[in-house]
């Protein structure tokens, strides 16, 4: 019999598969980067083209964040484009101003030179100041669809439409959650030929799979080839599941003194991921089958949604619901 490796050594590894795999954060190292070939390569295409700008749109939890944070090392190894890069976040409290100040404290550069105001107010001030840099740059920003002020989104969509106009050598990457391009930017369709429009769907099983594979090749760890189809068909496509049960599953492994991912291991992530989430699943539930009718079949309904033939991403027809 093996011997077994010390505690703290154990607990070094587990904590090691809880960095790779990471459920409630982005991926921001391209190493563990899984898919999304065809995406990366639409925006690699429009970087190179001054006035291009590119909007990534999809549901929550397909990985738009994760793709826009790994945006910047992909481009590290173009030794002729010298490029810098940046990433802010939208909250619902900001304006088109306060937006642009943080994105300027990103870039550690202070362009309050080029207007009179102390903050930037107009889609002319971003262009001069942006013009003024001196490099090409890679602006991220995300959560757009938090932001709330109205007004802060037609000027924002103004100052792409003045970016594209006068051809500045820096690249606005707008995410946000959203079905199609019009959900997230409203009526401002003045803008879509600025805009590389890049959908981020649901992922297929086999780029789920090549994201197990390369956090478990950082962490030295094997998986079957069942368990590694169960984590892909389990996550019916969105990234977020395939990081919780694979870092349960590994977790599980390493602390069995184990180097391989079982089957079993993958229930155990399940029941692990269902047990921390119980309280929402249950709130969930209540919410799609309370009615204060008596004669409904919410309950019914729902029972048979869960039960359905499925396809690949999660979908059922009504058919197999009935």
């Known amino acids: 019999m093996a011997d077994r490796p010390p ?12 960095a790779v795999f990471t459920p409630g954060a982005p991926i921001d190292d391209y190493s563990l980067f899984g898919g999304r070939i065809e995406q990366v390569m639409d925006v690699i295409n429009t970087v190179g083209q001054k006035g291009r700008h590119v909007i990534l749109y999809g549901e929550r939890g397909v990985g738009k964040t994760s793709l826009a944070n790994v945006l910047s090392e992909v481009f590290e190894d173009f030794d002729d484009l010298k490029l810098r890069s940046v990433g802010v976040n939208c909250h619902t409290n900001d304006d088109f101003s306060s937006v642009w100040d943080n994105i300027f404290r990103e870039l550690e550069w202070d362009g309050r030179g080029e207007w009179a105001g102390s903050s ?27 932001l709330e002020d109205d007004e802060a989104l037609s000027l924002l969509a103004d100052t792409i439409k003045t970016l594209s106009d006068h051809a500045v050598a820096v690249t606005l990457v707008l995410v946000g959650v959203a079905d199609s391009v019009d959900e997230l930017l409203g009526d401002h369709h003045s803008v879509g030929r600025a805009l590389a429009q890049v959908h981020l769907p649901r992922m297929s099983a086999e780029e789920l799979e090549e994201i197990v594979d390369k956090g478990l090749s950082e962490l030295h760890l094997g998986i079957t080839a069942p368990a590694r189809r169960r984590i892909a068909r389990l996550s019916e496509g969105l990234p977020f599941y395939t990081h919780s049960l694979a870092l349960h599953a590994g977790q599980h492994t390493v602390a069995d003194d184990r180097d391989e991912i079982q089957d079993a291991d993958v229930t155990r992530a399940v029941e692990r991921v269902v047990s921390k989430t119980q309280h929402s699943i249950r709130t969930a539930y209540e919410q799609a089958t309370r009615s204060p009718r008596r004669d409904t079949l919410f309950e019914e309904v729902v029972l048979a949604c869960a039960l359905a033939r499925k396809g690949p991403l999660g979908a059922f027809s009504t058919g197999s619901v009935r």
């Open 120 to 146: 930037p107010s107009e889609p002319e001030h971003i262009r001069f100041a942006l013009h003024r840099l001196g490099s090409q740059a890679l602006i991220v920003i995300d959560e757009l669809d938090r």
């Open 7 to 18: 505690p703290t050594d154990k607990l070094r590894r587990i904590a090691q598969v809880g």
